[in-house]
């Protein structure tokens, strides 16, 4: 089997793929797989990192802003879009795929076009309950449309045919057992928060955290594992502000980043986050209660649908950034984490929601397509 994966710009994209590309790699050991990206993005460092043959393509993102300076750079994109879309189709006839599979971002555009249009098998993967500009365009010429959430599917137009396989999940994360992860942990009985923001960290979840983990540090009713980030090398300074003592807090885990995040989600009973889709996925697989605050700087708001979609099955609390204060996020904290039955509530539905087994799902569609008849 020879492979293209196409997908990049953010982590969200790359991982998903990357996951899909080690499955393939586990049931086919001499399969041939190639990842294009873009030339300059994340994956272009990611992707060797785990293993696999990177090419890249000088492609862009349009700017959705209106101005002049966004003018210029939408005149650059189209022109670098035509372009990129004849190196896709050069990397294409050298490596002669038999299917290729986009996850998204700006860059699987050019290349998923480009093999339609090769008469390649295609398939698209969309990780959100709202797609993605490019995977909504991708949509009319794909072989299949993958969706890891099926809210997604009333927001395509035209006669796609779906699969809903949901998102490539770690094994790590499915492995890891809750009182094994609380021992290694060093936790004892009390409720365990589990909060982070993202690699960079958010100032304001960071900020609205400050007061109920300062006054954990005083009452010590919840062990609390917080990562604020690469960019709140600021916060432990702040909870000393608001009389933590950190050094005398030993149910305090107050960390730049939770490089371990599998035994922290296990060991968790409430987590506090964004609303990307792999964390929900993880989240949902775990059967972990939430609250969730999209983030309102991305694509179509798509993390506000990712957290309705938790919220309409009664699996999760949303908190829109707007609405965001110190004491609604401690309060929503204190309801939440002191309610056995709510939790176990949340719990059961957010397990409902889970697809352990995505991997395996979009394998079996790539063998389905590469077994039907040409």
């Known amino acids: 089997?020879?492979?293209?994966?196409?997908?990049?710009g953010t982590a969200g994209h790359i991982n998903p793929a990357l996951a899909i590309a080690g499955y393939v790699r586990e049931r086919q050991p001499d399969a041939e797989i190639l990842y294009i990206g873009a030339k300059g993005g994340m994956e272009e460092r990611l992707v060797p990192q785990a293993g696999f043959e990177f090419r890249g393509i000088t492609v862009q993102g349009f700017s959705r802003q209106i101005s002049f300076a966004a003018?210029?750079?939408?005149?650059?994109t189209v022109k670098?879009?035509?372009?990129?879309?004849?190196?896709?189709?050069?990397?294409?006839?050298?490596?002669?795929?038999d299917i290729c599979i986009g996850t998204g971002g700006y860059v699987s555009g050019p290349v998923l076009r480009a093999a339609a249009q090769m008469g390649i098998p295609t398939l698209?993967?969309?990780?959100?309950?709202?797609?993605?500009?490019?995977?909504?365009?991708l949509?009319?010429?794909?072989?299949?449309?993958?969706?890891?959430?099926?809210?997604a599917r009333k927001h395509f137009k035209g006669k796609c045919r779906f699969v809903d396989t949901g998102n490539p999940v770690r094994g790590e994360i499915l492995a890891q057992e809750k009182q094994q992860a609380r021992k290694q942990l060093g936790l004892d009985e009390r409720p365990v928060i589990l909060s982070f923001g993202g690699s960079l960290g958010a100032k304001v979840i960071n900020e609205s955290l400050a007061d109920i983990i300062a006054r954990s540090a005083k009452d010590g009713k919840y062990q609390h594992i917080h990562a604020y980030?690469?960019?709140?090398?600021?916060?432990?300074?702040?909870?000393?502000?608001?009389?933590?003592?950190?050094?005398n807090a030993p149910n305090l885990d107050i960390r730049e980043y939770i490089n371990d995040m599998p035994v922290c989600l296990a060991a968790a009973d409430v987590v506090i986050a964004r609303a990307g889709a792999i964390t929900?996925?993880?989240?949902e697989v775990k059967g972990k209660p939430s609250i969730l605050i999209p983030s309102p700087n991305v694509a179509e708001n798509h993390q506000y649908h990712n957290a309705m979609s938790l919220v309409r099955q009664n699996a999760a609390v949303m908190i829109e950034e707007k609405d965001l204060t110190p004491e609604k996020l401690t309060e929503e904290i204190d309801k939440l984490a002191s309610d056995p039955a709510r939790l176990e509530e949340y719990s059961s539905n957010a397990l409902k929601m889970a697809i352990a087994d995505a991997s395996k799902r979009i394998y079996s569609v790539m063998i389905e397509v590469l077994s039907a008849p040409k």
Do not use: C
């Open 1 to 8: 089997m020879r492979v293209i994966f196409a997908g990049g």
């Open 71 to 76: 003018l210029k750079k939408n005149i650059v």
């Open 80 to 97: 670098r879009a035509i372009s990129a879309g004849k190196e896709s189709k050069k990397i294409i006839s050298e490596f002669k795929p």
């Open 124 to 137: 698209i993967h969309e990780q959100n309950a709202y797609p993605g500009v490019t995977n909504k365009m």
């Open 139 to 151: 949509s009319k010429h794909a072989t299949r449309v993958m969706l890891a959430m099926p809210d």
């Open 229 to 247: 980030g690469q960019y709140g090398k600021w916060f432990p300074d702040l909870l000393k502000e608001k009389g933590a003592d950190l050094d």
């Open 280 to 283: 929900l996925s993880e989240i």
